[in-house]
Nanobody, 122 residues
Framework: QVQLVESGGGLVQTGGSLRLSCAASGGIFSANAMAWFRQTPGKQREWVAHITNGGSTKYHESVKGRFTISRDGAKNTINLQMNSLKPEDTAVYYC????????????????WGKGTLVTVST
């Protein structure tokens, strides 16, 4: 059974940084990537970034240049380094395991953690 546990959220001022982590266990044979999503109340969950098993990464335009996704294969962990945070980054951040397509698209499988709240104050 896949388990994803996010951590690292918190309250930070505009321009600050946070590092999120996601510990994964019980891998899925067909999955070849992991991703971060985020969600605010009343809105759909939004893809933020993903990283493939081979280390290729892709980012939502709104976070490009500010966020960095990485993985530690030995620890089955992915991280999201978030710099230059803005109030619009405020959300619950979720980790996901899924499939990355050849053209950079990401297909989420229905495995989610409980999320970690990031709040960016003005």
């Amino acid at each position: 059974q896949v388990q994803l546990v996010e951590s690292g959220g918190g309250l930070v001022q505009t321009g600050g940084s946070l590092r999120l982590s996601c510990a994964a266990s019980g891998g899925i044979f067909s999955a070849n990537a992991m991703a971060w999503f985020r969600q605010t109340p009343g809105k759909q969950r939004e893809w933020v970034a993903h990283i493939t098993n081979g280390g290729s990464t892709k980012y939502h335009e709104s976070v490009k240049g500010r966020f960095t996704i990485s993985r530690d294969g030995a620890k089955n962990t992915i991280n999201l380094q978030m710099n230059s945070l803005k109030p619009e980054d405020t959300a619950v951040y979720y980790c996901n395991t899924g499939i990355a397509g050849q053209e950079g698209q990401y297909y989420a499988m229905d495995y989610w953690g409980k999320g970690t709240l990031v709040t960016v104050s003005t």
